[in-house]
């Protein structure tokens, strides 16, 4: 009898979680945001990052992952959580900068120290789809049909929710229980049929596009996940070894 293996050990046979613990992984993530979000996507001013690098002020107090491709030998996804700046508490994150936020009642049993806002989501253009997909930072490469594995193809539609487990692997290493987050509509759409239902917390606003800005508690996250797609659950944490 053949087995059909999960998504989530399909993954791991291809695919590396990489926390970008050290100066070189640091570059390699700013190296990967400049990619996308400068060249790719316009979302950012190629001058304003001379040496290649895109980063902000909010990456000194933020974490990243990477996802290594280990046959191409690429890092080609990344993304980070920025915590709570640990010499000021109360310093905004870019959520509360850039977006109107009218529903405090979404997020009156918030704890602002287990608080973290999840950004900078970005795939390579080799994982993308390059005719339809050039002003997102998400999506697969329809190209990629002759170059990867039939395994490889079937985890790339499921490279953002690889980017979900990093984040949850995060949360776990740094005890942060909700996150802020900027989201496209259609995005919160089609999380919410994997059971992450984001709450909003204010209205669309232009922000690199029509975004929203949300919130959710990481274990609500899980739980409606589990609930409603126990692949995707095992995909986030890893067989059930990162969940808070």
């Known amino acids: 009898m053949t087995t059909t293996k999960s998504l989530v050990d399909i993954f791991n046979d291809y695919f590396d979680m990489v926390p970008a613990i050290t100066d070189e992984l640091k570059a390699e993530v700013y190296r990967l945001r400049y990619q996308v979000y400068c060249l790719e996507t316009g979302f950012e001013d190629p001058s304003d990052y001379p040496d290649g690098l895109e980063f902000d002020e909010f990456d000194s107090h933020s974490v990243h992952y990477l996802i290594y491709h280990r046959k191409q ?107 802020y987050a900027v989201m496209e509509p259609a995005l919160i759409r089609v999380f919410s049929t994997l059971g992450m239902d984001f709450i909003g917390i204010g209205p669309l606003t232009d922000y690199h596009g029509k975004r929203r800005p949300c919130t959710i508690k990481v274990s609500d996250l899980l739980s409606g996940v589990e609930h409603k797609d126990l692949n995707s659950w095992h995909m986030l944490t890893n067989h059930g070894q990162f969940v808070q």
């Open 73 to 179: 030998g690429v890092y080609m996804a990344t993304t980070r959580l920025i915590l709570p700046a640990a010499d000021n508490i109360d310093k905004l994150f870019p959520i509360e900068i850039h977006c109107p936020i009218d529903n405090l009642e979404a997020l009156q049993h918030v704890s602002r120290p287990h608080l973290a806002e999840a950004s900078r989501f970005c795939v390579s253009k080799d994982f993308r789809r390059r005719k339809n997909e050039m002003n997102t930072v998400m999506g697969i490469n329809t190209e990629a049909e002759n170059v990867f594995s039939q395994d490889e193809r079937r985890i790339f539609p499921h490279i953002t929710l690889a980017l979900f487990a990093c984040l949850i692997r995060m949360s776990c290493e740094n005890d942060v229980r909700d996150w």
